[in-house]
């Protein structure tokens, strides 16, 4: 056992009494909790050392304040902070990140500078204009002024009296005295390729490097977004495949997807099926269960066991994980880990427990990144016993969310022998809701519908509006939010789940967007991104009953609530595990190394898009691997060996290494139990859920409390599928 886990072994009869508490029906009262037991501090970015204490790093989320000569001895600086919300960052409905400015300054009495009595700090673009208020700062100290949401952007101090900034609350205030301190935003580093950059991407493939192997084909680059001539001529060094290649057997037409019912002590046979369907005006050749895209939706009750008979009918070894379940480990679907490959003819039977209700999905846990990609995935509601556990609504819609990556001939051939794609991820260009690329609803005026949302793409994260209508949080992963809250967008990584409420008040069409800011890396600017995943065509009819008053209530959740009580006390506790997550590479061509370390003088928060495709295409296992890794030993990966028991409540700190080549964010999954979101970058949660799959944002942290009440052994794991194949993955033991 280690020593962290030595540590919250200690911890059962804290969490055993707590529990106690609420069994007999005390609620734990958190806002009259003693000092002790609040939350802690959260950490500054720009204190020295402070990211490992759990705050971001500083070189992405702290910005230093700059004197101008008139006040040459002030100093000052910005810390960018998560602003509170259920999402690791927060984000606008059209994607720009939003931070929560604090700036701290050491400055001479502001009289002494003139007629002034004040200092107020503003927010710009770099072409100050528009320029936005933020707040008044005092001379010496700290003070949150206000939310920033540039994608680029400018933090200026001025010196104001009260006549000139008492009513700059209002949208045309600008400054009007003198300036003292500013600075510029990490991401102003991100500037257009020199010169020498542009003459070396301009080259043909020098020899010795990657040809050109016209069976890949090209990948169309966004609209307006350039890339070097010799990035889009690297391909990878494996064998390009496609499903079909080879095939003889049986390839049946896709069918929507059905709802199969099941209860307690119920079967369902699942097989893996070559299927074509039509995507737009291609015929596309993929997997579906049971010859769904996606597979078939299974409802279950909360508590129940059934068993899945499964046969794989495709010519890939694979198998089954049932994503976010606490089941018995036998059955978690991991080859080489919990069971043996299922090879193709082969059968494999799989008991499924049902202990928490909520949304699952399941999927391939052998070469995902082509077995996803082309289908084999389905979801799973897991139905609660309060039949009041959401709230009413007019209807339900399960929604998985995906993207193809589509070439000049059709699907981009996968890697055979290995995953392609391992630096970013294999980013989509074609957006697919629930398979297909034209999802639509029809619901009538006045409708509430609750929206279960899947993201089951191997690489991308989704930020997900309706046009403006109004949305409502209510769940995640493994079950519901202490309070249903309200979102302008729902921010969803790779294999997380969300759980919305949506109201339609006007006849009408409403879109589905996935809005973000993509980075054109060459020209070093962001641009936006929108897509259209859908519509939701409003009638004229009302919809009955009338449910304005209970939506717009925003109601606690008590039984998580209830479940959450007894772990408070842990949350102040010190940090038991750390992981720290990085990336090295071995053998890239001289044209990828330069233009990655001229990129790398700022990574964003969040990589929405790939607008480096062919770049992105020839990275492989080979060249590029992905690394979990334990700081206090220095191992990493599958080395890394933890052992906890049944009972053990662990705090663990994971953080994304800014040193490295290149970084973005992952989605980090924990098979076979459930976490709560304490902090990320330092900045506490105040809203939990139970967890499956968090977010770590590019350079930053999150500190999660993971309740092992399942014995097996176990993976964690990025769940960006071409991370997983890079070998960002370990295995943790939990004892009976």
């Not at 034209?438 to 793409?457: I, K, M, P, Q, W």
């Amino acid at each position: 056992m280690t020593a962290g886990a030595r540590r919250s072994s200690g911890r059962r009869a804290i969490r055993a009494a707590a529990a106690a508490l609420v069994a007999g029906g005390a609620l734990w009262l958190w806002a009259c909790a003693p000092p002790e037991m609040q939350p802690p501090q959260e950490a500054s970015p720009c204190t020295p050392g402070a990211a490992r204490g759990g705050a971001a790093n500083p070189d992405l989320y702290c910005m230093a304040l700059f004197p101008t000569p008139r006040v040459p001895e002030a100093t000052g600086t910005v810390e960018l902070r998560r602003p509170p919300g259920p999402f690791s960052m927060g984000v606008t409905p059209d994607g720009r990140l939003l931070y929560d400015a604090v700036i701290s300054t050491d400055l001479p009495p502001p009289s002494t500078l003139g007629p002034y009595d004040r200092y107020v700090a503003w927010a710009s673009t770099q072409v100050l204009w528009p320029i936005e208020r933020l707040g008044e700062v005092p001379a010496r100290g700290r003070a949150e002024v206000g939310q920033v949401g540039f994608n680029k952007f400018l933090i200026l101090v001025t010196a104001e009296s009260g006549a000139e900034s008492g009513a700059a609350d209002g949208a045309d205030a600008e400054p009007a005295g003198p300036y003292v301190l500013r600075a510029q935003s990490p991401s102003s580093r991100m500037q257009p390729a020199d010169f020498l950059e542009f003459a070396l991407g301009a080259s043909r493939t020098a020899p010795g490097e990657m040809a050109m192997d016209d069976a890949w084909g090209n990948v169309p680059m966004p609209d307006g977004v350039m890339m070097l001539p010799s990035l889009m001529e690297l391909r990878p060094d494996v064998q390009p495949w496609l499903p079909g290649d080879g095939w003889e057997g049986e390839i049946v037409d896709s069918r929507p997807r059905e709802l199969v019912e099941l209860g307690d002590g119920d079967s369902l046979s699942l097989d893996a099926v070559y299927v074509r369907h039509r995507i737009g005006s291609r015929e596309i050749l993929g997997y579906g269960f049971n010859g769904q895209i996606p597979g078939p939706l299974l409802r279950v009750p909360e508590a129940a066991t059934v068993t899945i008979d499964f046969t794989n009918r495709i010519d890939w070894p694979t198998a089954i994980h049932w994503h976010g379940l606490r089941l018995d480990n036998r059955f978690d679907g991991v080859p080489g880990l919990t069971q043996d490959v299922v090879p193709p003819g082969g059968s494999f039977r799989y008991t499924l427990l049902f202990p928490d209700p909520g949304l699952y999905w399941y999927h391939p846990h052998h070469r995902e990144d082509v077995q996803q990609e082309l289908g084999l995935a389905g979801n799973i509601m897991v139905r609660a016993e309060d039949p009041d556990y959401f709230g009413p609504v007019h209807r339900e819609e399960i929604v998985m969310l995906d993207d193809l990556l589509v070439g000049e001939h059709g699907v981009v051939p996968f890697g055979f022998e290995r995953a392609t794609h391992a630096l970013m991820g294999r980013f989509g260009n074609t957006m697919l809701v629930n398979g297909k690329p034209d999802y639509a609803l029809d619901v009538e005026r006045g409708s509430v519908v609750r929206f279960h949302f899947t993201n089951a793409s191997n690489t991308r994260t989704f930020n997900l509006s309706f046009g403006g209508a109004p949305m409502k949080l209510v769940g995640t992963d493994v079950g519901n939010f202490e309070r249903e809250a309200w979102v302008e967008s729902v921010v969803m990584a790779p294999a997380e789940r969300y759980i919305v409420h949506v109201a339609f008040p006007e006849s009408g069409e409403v879109p589905l967007l996935n809005r973000v800011q993509g980075i054109d890396h060459i020209n070093g600017a962001f641009f936006p991104e929108e897509d259209t995943l859908g519509v939701v065509r409003v009638g004229a009819a009302d919809a009955a009953p009338e449910l304005t008053a209970t939506f717009e209530e925003l109601r606690g959740n008590g039984r998580a609530q209830d479940e959450i009580a007894p772990y408070r006390p842990l949350f102040d506790g010190p940090v038991d595990l750390e992981l720290e997550l990085d990336m090295t590479t071995q053998g890239l061509p001289l044209v990828v190394e330069r233009l990655m370390q001229v990129d790398s003088a700022y990574f964003h928060p969040i990589e929405w898009s790939g607008t480096m495709p062919m770049m992105n295409l020839m990275s492989t296992p080979e060249n590029v691997s992905w690394t979990l890794r334990e700081p206090s030993t220095g191992l990493e990966n599958e080395a890394i060996r933890w052992n906890f028991r049944v009972g053990d409540v662990v705090k663990l700190r994971i953080r994304s290494r800014r040193e490295t080549l290149h970084q973005m964010q992952h989605p980090i999954h924990i098979h076979g139990q459930r976490f709560l979101v304490l902090a990320t970058n330092g900045v506490a949660h105040d809203n939990l859920a139970w967890k499956d799959t968090a977010v770590v944002p590019v350079g930053g942290s999150l500190d999660l409390l993971l309740e092992l009440s399942n014995p097996g052994d176990w993976m964690l794991h990025c769940h960006i599928a071409e991370h997983l194949e890079a070998g960002m993955k370990m295995v943790f033991t939990v004892e009976p």
